[in-house]
């Protein structure tokens, strides 16, 4: 082990290390502040798991776990229109309509470049118009959360559609005599499970930290109630767990995608760069 | 323009657990092309690496041109190196790509250019001077690089593979145009591949490398007609492996009675290694059989014939095998050339 | 041939009563009405309604008079503010998170630290909003009363900008290490061995090869920067000092007061100043993408 590349390599080595440990602490320290603070309290000394018994029965104003439910709800219902909307479209683009791939990618990625807080402007009349006809839950806001997470659903899928041969698995079946139903959701669609869970896990964590058109739109969801929360009772020990919580459960569903999501043609042939 | 000499002596690289090369020994004389040939994971890419600085050894010694290199980093060795594909750098043009080693060594722009056009017209790409690699081919991308590490004047040119991503056609005419080339610059050149054809048309010598090793280093027609090994046998062309008995020095092998290639081979049951070029067809000969398939590689023909109880191939002439479809019954004998025993 | 063309979709996105003869290869382009109608009505709707309503007075008629007051000196102040803010988070945490991603590139590709890293990234980088603020709430500011108690926690620029830095450096991680990872080692092996040193490499090889995709990146902080508002939201509820703060404001008020088009305004200055930052991210992104695949 010895000569010039040991030691570069020992060089990059030791600037690695430095770097992952002053960003790890920049990045973890107000977090571990959040937490710190959800089991200690402001008073200090006495540590208790209050706070995040408190998840459940916080009472408010405004009540905690109705955030909570509609939240969850609204992930559920959001990733399954996304499936239902984009899953077949994709599809059928490949398989019959390619000319069509650079206006449903374009429309895809268009929420990028409207942000959620101009979209909510144009929102608001429809919204009004929801309310009246429809229902006034809160769980219609999966219409334009489906909208928000395109951009990252799209990609997840169209990466998942990548490797199949999406032409020949469908001839196969169609001349076995496959209808296109069929073709899409039991022939193509479980050869790119890897795709549409990423694509769910994606939509789910987006759900999961919305607070801008759920507040302008004066609908309460999970991220609305923290914000009142602290409004009210600033430095409610039960903010700072509910929040330490929901982080906590997009970054475990982000690592399992990490995980599961990673049988990439293209990972194999990824070289280092070691200067 | 005359090549320097390249003496690697005693290498030793492990990569955790796994020894890449054990003790390798080569010499390569003044502008000579060796090509060192063997399966992946022989040790052939690591021993090129280490002669370029890209890799430490753990033991052993480079020298080139008599002077100790081991320890001095690989960009002040001056070798010139081709990679397999994709080394151009993509935001410059073929021109610049061609220039920037003569751009680091801080020559003027006048004699880079001068420079780097001479290099293009020895490689013949001239044309395609102000393009970028996205808009050449693979073998015009090759053909780039190969200019590109002459055009610092290597002492030593280290060619890993550089055909290995291009298809059939253009591999067969980049590999005669880099030996004329080679020939023309005169410079020392080491030529990794896994591919024997290659290394047999290219090669002043070719080293058959195995668990980082070299198994047997020769002339091409040293490694072909007289393996060293049956390892080296079987890797540098197809072969029959055929039962027999020996006896006294020599080989019965169902009544070809075929010198050994090591006389004191005990006597008793043997395999022996048999290429297809020893078999050939005669009017009435001691093996008989059916022809079950013919194979055109162009000039010649192979085809694999049933023994009954096994299948041998034989190649001929295409004109010959013509006359030999699937099916027909043929007579067959063995050339006696000294065999290998597997 | 049946071609749609975006503003068609715009203009007539479900077109109900016309069985999709989905068989025939002439009609196969229904089968993404669905899909068209959905982001016609949520996606493109809504933008068009922002786009009309800015340059349509409560008369109904044309009236310009609304958008002039993009360059009212008020309005102004918080498009400075909001350039502000983002160009400054975006430049540092650009910066920053190309360390980071060379740090994370550098190591192995299928290790704990990468996988740690880039989970925490997708999470930090999408899902912050109130959450963050409330973090450095409770990290340095006043209330804190448990670690460092920073006195400028509610300072414009300074005390937002170090919560954007910390959404800002992820999100590049995120869009960086992708390019960080197409620099191939034979690039840097061929500098090598023609004679480069490591600093001759950057200078020449890496540094121009991630050029496009560092500026592009940049943008597209700027961009995230600008339209972000949950964070600034939770920080601070009394003070405006940027724009979507102000659409915010406009838009509870228009609850009430119908039919005052300042949100919209405001909405299309947005658009305007996204659109060219975001047009710059694709083109830069597209030589990217050549380059570093």
């Known amino acids: 082990m010895t000569g010039l590349h040991a030691r570069r390599r020992r060089r990059v080595n030791a600037f690695r290390y430095v770097v992952f440990t002053v960003f790890g602490l920049f990045f973890l320290l107000p977090l571990l502040a959040m937490i710190r603070f959800s089991l200690e309290g402001s008073t200090g000394g006495s540590w208790s798991l209050s706070s995040w018994g408190q998840i459940a029965s916080y009472a408010g104003p405004p009540p905690l776990l109705s955030g909570v439910e509609i939240t969850l709800e609204l992930a559920v219902i959001t990733c399954l229109v996304v499936l239902a909307l984009l899953v077949p479209t994709v599809i059928w683009v490949r398989l019959r309509v390619r000319w069509m791939t650079r206006l449903v990618e374009a429309l895809c990625l268009l929420p990028l470049t409207i942000p959620a807080i101009v979209l909510v402007v144009g929102l608001a009349p429809i919204y009004r118009v929801i309310r009246q006809q429809f229902s006034l839950s809160a769980l219609q806001l999966f219409w334009v959360y489906a909208v928000l997470a395109l951009p990252y659903a799209y990609r997840a899928l169209a990466a998942g559609l990548e490797g199949v041969d999406v032409k020949t698995l469908s001839e196969a079946a169609r001349s076995l005599g496959a209808g296109w139903f069929t073709v899409i959701w039991r022939v193509i669609v479980p050869n790119m499970r890897q795709g549409v869970l990423n694509a769910m896990l994606l939509t789910g964590a987006l759900v999961l930290g919305e607070f801008t058109i759920a507040y302008l739109l004066l609908y309460t969801n999970l991220q609305v109630t923290l914000f009142y929360v602290s409004r009210g009772t600033p430095n409610a020990g039960v903010l700072f767990s509910t929040s330490s919580a929901a982080l906590l459960f997009a970054f475990v569903l982000l690592l399992i995608l990490s995980y599961v999501g990673r049988a990439r043609g293209r990972q194999s042939e990824r070289s280092k760069v070691s200067k | 323009m005359t090549g320097v000499e390249v003496s690697l002596r005693g290498l030793h690289r492990r990569y955790g657990s796994v020894v890449a090369l054990d003790g390798l020994d080569l010499t390569l004389a003044p502008g000579e092309l060796v090509a060192l040939l063997g399966p992946s994971g022989c040790g052939k890419t690591t021993t090129l690496r280490l002669l370029a600085g890209l890799e430490d050894a753990d033991g052993g010694q480079v020298t080139v041109a008599g002077a100790d290199i081991t320890h001095v980093p690989s960009n002040k060795r001056g070798m010139g190196m081709v990679f397999q594909a994709y080394s151009l750098f993509p935001h410059m043009t073929v021109r610049d790509n061609v220039a920037f080693g003569l751009k680091l060594r801080r020559a003027a722009r006048a004699e880079r250019d001068r420079r780097a056009m001479e290099m293009l017209e020895l490689v013949g790409l001239t044309e395609q001077a102000g393009r970028y690699a996205h808009q050449l081919s693979g073998g015009q991308q090759q053909r780039v690089a190969l200019a590109r590490a002459l055009a610092i004047s290597p002492k030593v040119l280290l060619l890993d593979e550089p055909l290995s991503a291009l298809d059939a056609k253009v591999r067969a005419q980049l590999r005669d145009e880099i030996r004329r080339i080679q020939l023309e610059v005169g410079t020392t050149t080491l030529f990794v591949t896994h591919d024997q054809e290659e290394a047999l048309a290219i090669a002043d010598r070719v080293g058959v490398m195995r668990d980082g090793r070299i198994e047997q280093l020769g002339t091409p027609t040293d490694i072909y007609s007289r393996p060293a090994t049956s390892f080296v046998a079987e890797f540098v062309g197809l072969t029959n492996r055929l039962h027999g008995t020996v006896a006294a020095g020599s080989v019965n092998v169902r009544g070809c009675v075929l010198p050994l290639a090591d006389p004191a081979t005990p006597d008793g049951q043997a395999t022996v290694l048999v290429r297809p070029e020893a078999v050939t067809v005669v009017p009435s000969g001691p093996l008989t059989g059916t022809v079950i398939a013919v194979t055109f590689l162009g000039a010649s023909s192979r085809i694999t014939v049933d023994l009954g109880d096994t299948t041998v191939l034989a190649q001929l002439p295409t004109s010959e095998a013509t006359a030999l479809p699937a099916g027909s019954a043929v007579a067959l004998t063995i050339r006696p050339d000294p065999v290998l025993v597997a | ?293």
């Open chain 3, 1 to 293: 041939m049946a071609v749609t063309t975006p503003s068609e979709v715009g203009a007539q996105p479900v077109r109900a009563g016309r069985r999709p003869l989905l068989s025939s290869s002439r009609l196969a382009w229904t089968g993404t009405l669905p899909f068209l109608g959905y982001v016609g009505v949520f996606l493109l709707l809504p933008t068009g309604i922002v786009l009309w309503d800015a340059v349509h007075g409560s008369s109904g008629g044309f009236d310009f008079g609304a958008v002039s007051t993009l360059w009212s000196s008020s309005t102004r102040s918080y498009f400075v503010n909001s350039a502000e803010l983002s160009a400054i988070t975006s430049v540092l945490g650009a910066v920053l998170g190309a360390v980071l991603s060379y740090a994370v590139a550098t190591g192995n590709p299928e290790g704990l630290i990468r996988r740690l890293y880039l989970a925490g990234s997708g999470v930090l980088a999408q899902f912050g909003g109130v959450t963050l603020a409330f973090a450095f709430l409770i990290t340095i500011g006043p209330t804190s009363g448990l670690l460092l108690h920073a006195g400028w926690f509610y300072d414009f620029p300074q005390g937002i900008g170090l919560i954007y830095v910390y959404f800002q450096i992820p999100l590049m991680v995120l869009v960086f290490l992708p390019a960080m990872d197409g620099l191939k080692a034979q690039w840097r092996e061929a500098t090598e061995t023609l004679g480069g040193s490591a600093w001759q490499f950057w200078r020449y090889v890496g540094g121009p090869l991630l050029a496009p995709a560092f500026l592009g990146a940049v943008l597209l902080l700027f961009a995230n920067a600008l339209s972000a508002f949950a964070t600034i939201a939770a920080w601070e509820n009394q003070i405006s000092y940027v724009v979507p703060q102000q659409i915010g404001t406009a838009l509870s008020s228009e609850v009430g007061l119908s039919s005052v088009n300042q949100a919209d305004v405001l909405a299309l200055g947005m658009i305007a100043v996204v659109a060219v930052v975001m047009t710059g991210y694709t083109l830069l992104q597209r030589r990217t993408t050549r380059w570093l695949r």
